[in-house]
């Protein structure tokens, strides 16, 4: 018979573990001695530091606690000047709102009395402050028709008078008499109005 070869196999299982696999808790014990040492290491670190920390911040607060202590009687001092500070703040709060608020009367006669021709004779100027514009109320008397146009067209013509009506005209002892009724818009402009 013919003589049989032999063939040498190995059989390599690869999947299979050498050794006997380490249980967990072994593991876990195995870490906690190798690296989890330095990790509570500087855990207590921080803890130690975060202690001494709150105590020199607690010695910062006690500190700065005193010293407003300190500084109350001083303040409570100063209260009758922050009372007549205050109370002088509003008066000149209040001067001032009423400054916004009235009617710059110069700055108004003196727009009238530029549109006034020479031969009409004021007689009589009555203003109304009311909100946001002032109602005039002007009564004169002239020899001439011409110059009580002129005079309208001139209020009409200036930006600071608006709604400009000739309310009344009559004829007296050969004057001309007439009323003319007109509003003034208030308006800011450098702190004064007009």
Do not use: C
Not at 8 to 13: G, H
Not at 126 to 141: E, K, M, R, Y
Request: aromatic share 6%.
């Amino acid at each position: 018979m013919p003589k049989s070869k032999s063939i040498l196999a190995i059989n390599l299982n690869l999947l299979k573990p050498q050794s006997n696999p380490e249980k967990l808790p072994v593991r876990l014990i195995s870490w906690l001695l190798s690296s989890g040492r330095y990790i509570f290491a500087v855990v207590n670190a921080l803890v130690l530091i975060a202690f001494i920390t709150r105590f020199r911040f607690d010695a910062d607060l006690a500190a700065k606690n005193e010293a407003i202590a300190e500084q109350i009687p001083y303040i409570e001092s100063l209260k009758p000047y922050e009372l007549l500070i205050r109370n002088t703040q509003l008066k000149l709060s209040t001067i001032d709102t009423a400054r916004r608020n009235a009617l710059d009367w110069q700055s108004l006669l003196k727009k009238i009395a530029d549109q006034v021709p020479t031969n009409i004779t004021i007689t009589s100027i009555n203003i109304d402050n009311s909100v946001g514009s002032a109602n005039i109320h002007i009564s004169g008397q002239t020899q001439f028709n011409s110059d009580i146009t002129s005079f309208i067209v001139g209020l009409k013509g200036d930006n600071t008078f608006s709604n400009v009506n000739l309310s009344s005209m009559s004829l007296e002892q050969g004057a001309i008499k007439f009323t003319i009724d007109t509003q003034s818009r208030l308006t800011a402009s450098g702190g004064k109005r007009l």
